[in-house]
């Protein structure tokens, strides 16, 4: 028998009993749909946790002074200066050949003033890979380049929320800005990051460069780099940890440290961080999709619980058929493509479902959406899967029947 | 000559029911000529819907051999068995056993489905089937909109449709009034006219008696087999309208 009058056969008698096909197909619809959404958005919360860190920066260590211990208490991180400007210079004539960009930050908390405005925020002295570093641009003006900064110019890069609270609706750019009771002029104003993973308003920054700020803001320039930490950026994410080793050396190295020292600095590794939290996404969405997977199993039940039903229902019109030619694989494929279409169908109307679920959780939760085709492609072929699987022993119980049994059965 | 259409030899069909040994038949012999009309007599538990099984290929001897056209077909698989059923032989059950909720005509169509012959060639064949029956106009009709007589003409129709050599006719008037019995049967009496072995399975002498050869079975053996001049179905026809 072709497969187009099997299809039709099919078509019809699932259509004969509407109500139960649609009910039927209600198990594999949702779970094709949820299967979906968990997939996509679980993709989009990867994405979204992905987009956190890298607005902190990409494959960054964050190099900071060790700590000093007095009599017996610690002073925590950065508590003793031990990081020099040596140190930095080693660093950014490639001496670790895996870093890719480095910068000082120094900041401190002070307040800054417009004409009519003032506002108590954090203030950055920076040399300009900083900003290669966060890789955030302005959305007005520019940044500040090397040749730039050279002579500790009073220019400012200001975030958003500072630009907000100074200026208000009117252009920053070329405004003046009061720095710690100093003058300097507004010359961009950053592209908005909102909140950090940690929860900090990112926009709530004012940056300078870093001569300057060594100048107005700091006591000069020393042997130390004391209230400062080094931002690092690793060629790749894959040498982070090798980077981070490299660095260890070079620094234990030009300290004078022996082996049995412990380091004097510390060096904090955000990637892996990052990494920890992707892990314990993954893992949630890795949860949500088994719990899908599970609804979607148990709509195969169902297509097979009903499959069965369909197949004692009609065990005359299958006596009937045998008496008249059909073999045992007429039979069984008859009642296989019957579950299959319904699971076919249903999966179909599931990636909608799916589609359309995954849509509003990704604007309910502001993540991107994903919905890429080869989702679609599986989520239709597991549809299909379903359909054999569990349509296969009702239609081999169908196909094994005796014609003569089956011609007497009374319904 | 050619070789007879049925020649089964030593027949034996035994079930288990229970702890029990069932002889369902015990030694049949018969030979069938092509485009012969015999009726198959018994009470019930003689062995003759056994018999009809086995000749209809539905079921197998379980000693003996059955040729069919020449053919041994008493060790096929299941599917080969099947394949012979849809080429070889067309059922009328008294029972009608059509499919529901389907036309007539698509009735008719389902054993060339199983053949592989194509949807435009099917049609074709199964409305020529239904107006050799006479059910012209009732193509479309679906099967519970038709009368019993016209039900059963479908069912013949689609016995017809294979170009089946046998036609099997299990009580073939069984749920029928008189005046469509004769109608019923003077239809397959005019199949053998056009050279279609029909195979009444009766135990009602009545219809017997449109059978040239008469076999009668007991206890799963043949006891008596009789040539007799069949009566005409469709003078009864004419004389009852």
Redesign the interface.
Known sequence: ??IF?TLKLAFRALW?NKVRSVLTMLGIIFGIGTVIAMISSGQGAREAVADVFRAMGTNLLIITSGSQSTGGAAGGAGSRYSLTWNDLAAIENGEVPTVRWVTPVLSSRVQVAAEDANWNTQVMGVKPPYFLIKSWGVKAGTLFDDDAAANGPKIAVIGQTVATQLYGGSNPLGQPIRISGQPYEVVGVLETKGQSAMGQDQDDIVVIPLKTYLQKLDKGVGKYISRGQLYVSVASEDEITHAEAQITALLRERHNLQATDDDDFRIRNLAEFALSQQKSTERISTLLAIVAAMSLIVGGIGVMNIMLVSVIERT??I????????????VMTQFLVESLVLAAVGGVLGLGFGAVLAKYMASYYGWKLFFPATTAMIAFAVAGGVGVVFGLYPAIRASRLD??TA?RYET | MTAPLIEMRGIERTYVMGDNLVRALRGVDLVIEKGSSIAIMGASGSGKSTMMNIMGCLDQPTRGSYLLNGKDVARLSRSELADVRGRMIGFVFQSFNLLSRTSALENCEMPLMYQGISGRERHKRALDALHRVGLEGREHHHTNQLSGGQQQRVAIARALVGSAPIIMADEPTGNLDTATSYEVMAILQGLVDTGITVVLVTHEPDIAAYARRVITLRDGLIVDDKQQEPVRAHERVEAAS
Do not use: S
Not at chain 1, 319 to 330: E, H, Q, S
């Open positions: 028998m072709n009058t004969r005359r019109e006596g009937i058929r045998m008496a008249v030619g059909a073999k045992p694989y007429d014609p003569i011609l």
